[in-house]
């Protein structure tokens, strides 16, 4: 596909059709963090008796919102930032790899503080729905930015390579927006 891409054989429908699947899969992603986001706040709204009616549930002490998630937070709205840089110097043909690697940089950050975060809980998985719905919420956010990290890592070998221009980067764009 690469190959195709650059001879030029993405037409604009094809493009247009690439989008469109793409977006039905964000569509999927999106509808997946929604159920899990439903399960928390149904737990935590309407919290059981098996859980002490409380929430956080009874011997779970909760996390510092203004600790690790609010540096990971800053981080992943850092990396938007740098990426949507790295795409608007690409439009201006202009080179936007410098954002782009910083883009990285970000995303390997974020990884770490996110490996941090799970290794210095002080509850697991197996500690009721309070543990489940944190390690299962959190894993599968940070599985999705590792795939946008291998997704932009590749681009920006693309970019490297002079494979993008003002015009064609169908596949820079999708990275950016997952």
Known sequence: MVIEGIAGNHLYHLQAAFKFRFGLFL????????AIFWVYLDSAINPSIEVG???PPIGVLPLNPFGTPLLNTVVLLSRGVTATYSHYLLLMNRNGMLPLVV???LAF???AV???????RSFSIRDGIYG???FFGTGFH???VILGHIFLAFNAYRMREGHFT???HIRFELALVY
Do not use: C
């Not at 999927?28 to 963090?33: D, G």
């Open 27 to 34: 569509l999927r992603e999106a509808i997946f963090f929604f």
């Open 53 to 55: 009616g409380q929430w």
């Open 103 to 105: 883009t990285l940089v």
């Open 109 to 111: 950050i974020f990884e």
């Open 114 to 120: 996110q490996y941090i975060e799970f290794t210095g």
């Open 132 to 134: 489940r719905i944190f």
């Open 142 to 144: 940070g599985l999705h």
């Open 166 to 168: 003002r015009t064609r």
